[in-house]
T-cell receptor, first 114, second 110 residues
Framework: KAGVTQTPRYLIKTRGQQVTLSCSPI?????VSWYQQTPGQGLQFLFE???????NKGNFPGRFSGRQFSNSRSEMNVSTLELGDSALYLC?????????????FGPGTRLTVT | QKEVEQDPGPLSVPEGAIVSLNCTYS??????FMWYRQYSRKGPELLMY????GNKEDGRFTAQVDKSSKYISLFIRDSQPSDSATYLC??????????FGSGTRLLVRP
């Protein structure tokens, strides 16, 4: 089975721009979660989508948004980029058939904001 | 106070050593505990999970949870240079959100 894929892998943007990142979950997985990883804050939860609905949200400003499509693929968008948004953005998918709903991560998109 | 605390290391050990990685957590309601391994420039990879208290063994890896002290541990026996990575402990809250420790960098010297 193919793993979680994320595109693009690397991205360089300028302050004030917006960016869209994409995630394709493992086939059959309906839950997609997004995380931000930085050296200072570690891995922080952004939001989770299940069956095209946002089910859970972390403590990030409204500039961070996401969506999920009917095929479970997900995108996240960051508007009005700030230098502090430079991070590794990770997507994870889970099946949720039985506990503990293990989450499998993709390789991440490394975003650099200049 | 962070919900999950983890010593960032780095932890440097010789090949063949037994490695002990530890985390503490604050919320006694947490039930599921996971260990992820993350190599440089890769996403985290799920190593093991445990439910409630007790031990779970998988090859050279043993995960241990002590709910009375809110302490979780990962032991690696016969450590190898290929085990060099960052190890992240995590727990899951009631809304299925994963809460991670900051990660411990492990270096196994040949």
């Amino acid at each position: 089975k193919a793993g979680v894929t994320q595109t693009p892998r690397y991205l360089i943007k300028t302050r004030g721009q917006q960016v869209t990142l994409s995630c394709s979950p493992i086939s059959g997985h309906r839950s997609v979660s997004w995380y931000q990883q930085t050296p200072g804050q570690g891995l922080q939860f952004l939001f989770e989508y299940f069956s095209e609905t946002q089910r859970n949200k972390g403590n990030f400003p409204g500039r961070f948004s996401g969506r999920q499509f009917s095929n479970s693929r997900s995108e996240m968008n960051v508007s009005t980029l700030e230098l502090g948004d430079s991070a590794l953005y990770l997507c994870a998918s889970s099946y949720e058939g039985t506990e503990p709903y293990e989450q499998y991560f993709g390789p991440g998109t490394r975003l650099t904001v200049t | 106070q962070k919900e999950v605390e983890q010593d960032p290391g780095p932890l440097s050990v010789p090949e063949g050593a037994i490695v002990s990685l530890n985390c503490t957590y604050s919320n006694s309601a947490f039930q599921y505990f996971m260990w992820y391994r993350q190599y440089s420039r890769k996403g985290p990879e799920l190593l093991m999970y445990t439910y409630s208290s007790g031990n779970k063994e998988d090859g050279r890896f043993t995960a241990q949870v002590d709910k009375s002290s809110k302490y979780i541990s990962l032991f690696i026996r016969d450590s190898q240079p290929s085990d060099s990575a960052t190890y992240l402990c995590a727990t899951r809250d009631s809304s299925y959100k994963l809460i991670f420790g900051s990660g411990t960098r492990l270096l196994v010297r040949p």
